[in-house]
DNA sequence: ATCAAGTCTGAAACTTGTTCTAGGTTAGCG
DNA sequence: CGCTAACCTAGAACAAGTTTCAGACTTGAT
């Protein structure tokens, strides 16, 4: 078990202790916020006066709303890693174990909708000048799902595979987020396309 | 030449001929501005004036910016639908003319970029105020994809492997669109996810 | 041709993300 | 300790999406 470092490094400048504290404050308000009404009702001003911190300080540390809530994502992601190491999934293969893996992920993400809604809005609809930070989201979600497979050397063709199951994640939560499919169909979603790694894994029975 | 109706079916009242000309007007002021500058770029103020229309009359028709670019959407997706019927894709199993209709249309894209971006971004920003049009918008992206199969019944295995292959387009398009992705990534992705169709289709030699 | 109902216009107002400014505070350093 | 650069605060100001409203114009039915 080594360093999981790389993922949070934020090469700046060290921040101070209060810094620190201001940062998580703004988290923590922005995910509050975010879980009572969604997107919408993260709002900057509120935030910031729900972190005691002057709005200009809030575009400091974060400048644009897309960033913070995607800021926001990276932090629940890491969190959402850790808990999901803690029971590796059972499948047989690693398809299954991939579907199982997402799966329990998308029934936390049920249980906060709204904070769901927030997070998943600003990751898709984020620009160029947020590319570093939503490639870091991506590059956390590739490390659960290698995580899940538990195939120490995934082969080219499973890395793609894995690069469409994201896809399919992603897009699908936007469906149920919107409305548009039920939790039921994103499951089925998710198991359809965890088929694909199987489909290319050299061990898995066929 | 007959009417397309069905498509774009507005049930309502069926708008005069001078309303029928304002929003055509707006729609192509829309893809105008969106041509440009893409989803900033589209600024109902000027949507409204490019299209001399009164502020107040564009949300009359369009209730916000995003049903005004999802609304262009449909009006281009019918286009490239026509367009991409006349020459059939000419791969082997359903999977290969599904990905070459997809890299067509994707091409298509990349000559209007900016245009690409804004569809796009509103479609997956969209929330539940919206959710009929952004269906609209999915049954015709559906149709397209299963006329390029040609297949007449697809089995419900084929009917889940269309979803995933719409999930992936459109994450896809997301992660070319904010540079995160390259063409030939998002080629190969298209490539990946469509061997899932012929993975469940019962004529395919395998 | 006339009237009522429904539309359209122009302009102002409101909301929320973002930027800017002037002055006060903090941290690190000599 | 005292200085300086960086940081923070309160609040105004600006930008673009959205709402509202009074008055002018169209339309359809009589």
Redesign the interface.
């Known amino acids: 078990m080594e360093k999981v470092e790389a993922a949070t490094a934020r090469p700046a400048s060290p921040l101070t202790e209060r810094q620190e504290a201001r940062r998580r404050r703004i988290l923590r308000a922005s995910a509050q916020l975010a879980g009572r009404g969604g997107?919408d009702a993260v709002q900057m001003r509120e935030v910031a006066e729900s972190s005691q911190v002057a709005l200009g300080t809030l575009y400091r540390y974060f400048p644009s709303k897309i960033h913070l809530l995607v800021a926001t994502m990276q932090d629940q992601l890491e969190h959402m890693h850790g808990t999901l190491r803690k029971r590796p999934p059972a499948g047989e293969t690693p398809g299954e174990r991939v579907a199982e893996t997402l799966m329990r992920a998308f029934r936390a993400l049920q249980r906060e909708p709204h904070l769901a809604d927030a997070m998943v809005?600003a990751l898709?609809?984020?620009?160029?000048s947020?590319?570093p930070e939503?490639?870091q989201v991506?590059r956390q979600t590739t490390a659960i799902i290698l995580d899940a497979m538990g195939r120490e050397h995934p082969t080219p063709?499973q890395l793609?595979?894995v690069?469409?199951i994201?896809?399919?994640w992603?897009?699908?939560l936007?469906?149920w987020l919107?409305?548009?499919a039920s939790i039921a169909?994103v499951k089925?979603?998710i198991e359809?396309?965890c088929?694909?790694i199987d489909?290319t894994d050299p061990e898995t029975p066929r």
């Open positions: 997107f809005r898709t609809f984020a620009d160029r947020v590319s939503v490639d991506s063709a793609s595979a690069r469409v994201e896809h399919t992603h897009s699908a936007i469906t919107s409305g548009r169909q089925v979603d359809t396309v088929r694909l489909l």
